[in-house]
């Protein structure tokens, strides 16, 4: 890409009084802001301008980026905070946008992806120790049918024979059309002259306008306006409104993020943004920045798994202590796996194509896209000369359509990169730029012996396998009843555990309380080079009893003894303890 991007103009109407001011709307609407669902936390790449002196702010933006070949596919979500009345937002763009470039997407695409890459909470429990095999994990099960599982011989499934996944969903991509935009593409006069055209639409810039728009304007790129219908625009958490996202592509390598310009909505604080790149092939990290690996497979304490959002964000706040100007590299992997545990599955190819797919699609020949199917088998041949013409032809049909959707899901696996930086104007002096890096692996280890030892260092590796995970160890506690037990298996959650098995990740770190959780008193894992000593795990996984130790200790005179059995009644702790002290004290009253 040649020269400064162009940049993006999104004017807004007028507000109505049920809008999104957070103050409007906690004093009209308590308790029902902070009942919404909040976006996850990162910061835009442009700047808000309105009508009047009042702040107009952006905390949190992601952005996705899909490369392949030489064309590039971006999606950016943004939030805002401020006043109800007229504002515009301001956005870079590459010169070669045109207006059937550009897009809107649901917020649904872009929230998979950043739960996918986002860091997340895991629990390990340690297998029966009178059971024998090998401890099973939870990511074992596939959750995504591939291409080759389609149909036999690219057919009909047989009879009872069931289609892949891929085969039953949507195979197309999915765009918001009814959404709060209305673009509106300038030309070059009114473009050359970007701080003089807001102005002269009554509109007041912020501070330092001029001089962060100067590279654009020199480069003499052009502008997008949209208008927004204010009635569709969403409210989320705090009374902050969520802007769909804004699509584009591109015929040029976008590797360079205008991330600076969205320090002129920052309102004085920290910003965060997420940028999570898909390539065919390789892994991105910044290129002008330093690139930070967080600890990962850290041990904590079990009041993390549904704070993971502040405990992060106070883990983020010691990295940046540390290293202001460090951008985190957060995960890595293919879309075609979801990480180790999975969030949530893998992305399907109906949000892979409306995330920017669609676009390479568009660039094949048609004999790639619409392959002829493959040659019957003997067997198929004779089931289907025996069918009817009506029938014969519905076969053919589902065998060029099976071909196609096979071959499309087969073309689109991309290696999925996460980059996190929470940044201020003395943190990030120039631009983000970004560009392909070396394998690692790191937080996919199996924790060892006791204490559950796991390697914390991301390293090297011939295979991108790169998540921040934090875990929780469960060792088994009930009396064994075998003589020789074998310890120290960790894997998935006994068949008798009935709690919420979701995997907790962290969202919304732009809004996080950043001190309730303190890292010092929840982390188990020393790592010296944070200032974490480490604290003592209150589940001391000691040696449970002996099957003979447990049978010496049986009561002979007909009192109550309180035995859990190792198929029932494993991690009952002090709760089952005290159950079975209250039986006793029972019997001994009747």
Request: some cysteine; overall charge neutral; aromatic content about 8%.
């Amino acid at each position: 890409m040649s020269g400064a991007p162009p940049v993006l103009l999104v004017a807004c109407a007028p507000m109505s009084k049920r809008a999104f001011s957070r103050f409007a709307l906690a004093a009209l609407l308590p308790g029902f802001a902070a009942a919404l669902v909040a976006p996850s936390a990162q910061a835009f790449p442009g700047f808000f301008v309105g009508k009047d002196d009042q702040a107009r702010v952006s905390a949190s933006t992601e952005i996705v980026i899909m490369h392949r070949d030489e064309r590039t596919v971006v999606t950016v979500m943004t939030d805002y905070d401020g006043p109800s009345q007229e504002f515009a937002l301001v956005m870079p763009l590459p010169e070669d946008v045109s207006m059937d470039h550009v897009t809107t997407l649901k917020r649904e695409f872009v929230t998979r992806v950043d739960q996918l890459t986002a860091p997340r909470f895991h629990e390990f429990w340690e297998m029966d120790p009178c059971e024998s095999g090998s401890p099973e994990q939870e990511w074992e099960r596939n959750l995504k049918a591939s291409a080759e599982t389609a149909f036999l011989g690219g057919g009909a499934p047989p009879p009872g024979g069931k289609a892949a996944k891929e085969m039953t969903l949507t195979v197309e991509p999915e765009f918001k059309h009814a959404s709060e935009y209305s673009f509106k593409l300038l030309d070059q006069t009114d473009s050359a002259n970007i701080t003089g055209w807001l102005e002269k639409q009554g509109y007041k810039l912020p501070p330092g306008t001029a001089e962060a728009v100067k590279p654009y304007v020199d480069a003499k790129q052009h502008f997008l306006v949209a208008s927004v219908d204010q009635g569709k625009v969403e409210l989320v958490g705090d009374g902050r409104a969520q802007l769909s996202p804004i699509r584009f592509w591109t015929e040029t390598k976008y590797t360079k993020i205008p991330s600076t310009l969205g320090l002129l909505s920052s309102g004085g604080k920290k910003q965060e943004l997420v940028i999570t790149v898909m390539d065919p092939k390789n892994r991105y990290e910044a290129k002008n920045y330093d690139n930070v690996f967080p600890p990962t497979n850290l041990n904590v304490d079990f009041k993390v798994k549904e704070r993971m959002g502040e405990f992060y964000a106070a883990l983020h706040d010691k990295l940046l202590a540390k290293n202001p100007k460090g951008i985190l590299n957060e995960y890595a992997w293919s879309t075609l796996e979801c990480g180790q545990p999975c969030p949530n599955p893998p992305l399907y190819i109906h949000e892979l194509l409306s995330l920017g797919a669609d676009v390479f699609e568009a660039a094949l020949p048609e004999d790639v896209r619409n392959p002829e199917p493959p040659e019957r088998t003997e067997e198929e041949k004779k089931i289907y000369d025996a069918k009817k013409k009506e029938e014969k032809k519905a076969d053919d049909i589902a065998r060029t359509e099976i071909a196609r959707r096979k071959a499309l899901v087969a073309r689109h696996s991309y290696m999925l990169s996460r980059l996190h930086h929470r940044y201020d104007k003395e943190s990030l002096a120039k631009d983000i730029e970004i560009g392909p890096a070396k394998n690692v692996r790191g937080g996919v280890e199996l924790p060892k012996g006791p204490k559950g030892e796991l390697p914390t260092e991301t390293k090297a590796a011939d295979r991108n396998m790169l998540q921040m995970r934090y875990i929780n160890l469960h060792p088994d506690i009930s009396v064994l009843k075998c003589d020789n037990p074998n310890r120290w298996r960790w894997g998935k959650p006994p068949r008798t555990y009935r709690g919420l098995r979701k995997i907790w990740v962290a969202e919304d770190l732009a809004t996080r309380n950043r001190k309730e959780i303190v890292p010092e008193k929840v982390v188990i894992t020393p790592v010296p080079a944070l200032g974490l000593p480490g604290i003592a795990d209150e589940k001391d996984p000691a040696a449970a009893p002996s099957a003979s130790a447990a049978a010496g200790a049986e009561k002979k005179d007909g009192g109550c003894q309180f035995s859990p059995s190792t198929s029932g009644s494993r991690n009952l702790g002090a709760a089952g303890l005290l159950l079975g002290v209250g039986m006793l004290l029972r019997r001994r009253r009747r």
